[in-house]
Every structure is written in structure tokens, then in C-alpha cells.
């Protein structure tokens, strides 16, 4: 069973950047491709990023595409999100899932096996 616990969000102003932070536990980290998602309210959670295990392999949504950066660090059992540039759209919670099979069903929700609380960005304008 495997553990994830996001940080790092806050309330912060357009235009400036945020690292989001999702720390595995309680199993083998390097076997799971890691995806980070959001929700916005009255919307439904979307696919933002996914990197694979070995972390040679990312994948990003269109909308935060340049902007983001996923990366990872196997010795900490932690995934990183870098987002750069913000806008009051990106605000949401963000959530990161883990999957034990790199496939190419990334915003495939029920693909993930493991899903942390979330945590929340809010960009003001």
C-alpha cells in the first residue's frame, strides 16, 4: 500500500512560480509512474502531468504545456511539479496518483492505483 501526501501549495499572484511536492510511502517508489491531476471547483479532476518510473518519460496537458515541469527524485520517494508562470485558471487542487504500468492512458483516472488528499493552488489576478 502506498502512501502520497502532497505540499507545497499555497495563494500566490499571477505570473509567479510554485513547486508542488507529492512524498511516497509505505512501498517500492521506483515501481510507480506518478501523475499529478486538478480540480477546480464545479469542474472535473484533469490529467496535469505524469513522469514514468525511471523518469526518463513525462507527458503534460496542453493547457500547462511549457509552463510545468514534472521530475522526480527516487532516493526521496518524492515527485516534483514545477509551474511556472501561473494563471488564475490554474487554480485548483492538485492531487498526485500513483500507477504501477507506464501506458498511454495518462488522464485515465481509474488507471491510477494510489491517490494522495491534494493540495490547494490559488492564483489571484
Known amino acids: 500500500q502506498v502512501q502520497l501526501v502532497e505540499s507545497g501549495g499555497g495563494l500566490v499572484q499571477a505570473g509567479v512560480s510554485l513547486r508542488l511536492s507529492c512524498a511516497a510511502s509505505g512501498g517500492t517508489f521506483s515501481y510507480y509512474a506518478v501523475g499529478w491531476f486538478r480540480q477546480a471547483p464545479g469542474k472535473e479532476r484533469e490529467f496535469v502531468s505524469i513522469?514514468?518510473?525511471?523518469?526518463?518519460?513525462?507527458a503534460y496537458a496542453d493547457s500547462v504545456k511549457g509552463r510545468f515541469a514534472i521530475s522526480r527524485d527516487n532516493a526521496k520517494n518524492t515527485v516534483y511539479l514545477q509551474m511556472n508562470s501561473l494563471k488564475p485558471e490554474d487554480t485548483a487542487v492538485y492531487y498526485c496518483?500513483?500507477?504501477?504500468?507506464?501506458?498511454?492512458?495518462?488522464?485515465?483516472?481509474?488507471?491510477?492505483?494510489?491517490w494522495g488528499q491534494g493540495t490547494q493552488v490559488t492564483v489571484s489576478s
Open positions: 513522469i514514468s518510473q525511471s523518469g526518463r518519460l513525462t
Open positions: 496518483a500513483a500507477k504501477g504500468v507506464w501506458n498511454n492512458l495518462h488522464s485515465y483516472r481509474p488507471s491510477y492505483n494510489y
